[in-house]
């Protein structure tokens, strides 16, 4: 289990940064095409407008949810996660970001 202070070093990892910005790049694609009956759908897509206007913002937001829902891992495994893991954190949190349309 990552310690308060490998979370804070997780969070300034560069490489774990990168993987969450695309992800929520992703993430906002999928949104795009998503059906307007989906549940809070007005709120999801302003905030996947807000990521595409600026997703390194998005990422930098997106950190602190992702290393959260994953501090039972290791500070090397939070550094080393995978694609799928990251996008599923990511895919999780959207909602927590996307409100007051």
């Given at each position: 289990m990552?310690?308060?202070d490998e979370l804070l070093t997780a969070n300034g990892n560069q490489a774990l940064?990168?993987?969450v910005r695309v992800a929520v790049v992703v993430?906002?694609?999928?949104?795009?095409?998503?059906?307007?009956q989906t549940t809070n759908h007005a709120n999801r897509l302003k905030w996947a407008k807000e990521v595409?206007?600026?997703p390194a913002l998005a990422a930098t937001q997106m950190m602190w949810p992702?290393?959260?829902q994953n501090k039972a891992f290791t500070l090397a495994q939070l550094i080393a996660a995978d694609d799928a893991t990251v996008q599923a954190k990511v895919d999780l949190a959207v909602n927590v970001f996307a409100?007051?349309?």
């Amino acid at each position: 289990m990552a310690t308060y202070d490998e979370l804070l070093t997780a969070n300034g990892n560069q490489a774990l940064l990168n993987k969450v910005r695309v992800a929520v790049v992703v993430a906002a694609t999928a949104i795009m095409t998503e059906s307007d009956q989906t549940t809070n759908h007005a709120n999801r897509l302003k905030w996947a407008k807000e990521v595409f206007a600026n997703p390194a913002l998005a990422a930098t937001q997106m950190m602190w949810p992702v290393l959260a829902q994953n501090k039972a891992f290791t500070l090397a495994q939070l550094i080393a996660a995978d694609d799928a893991t990251v996008q599923a954190k990511v895919d999780l949190a959207v909602n927590v970001f996307a409100q007051g349309a």
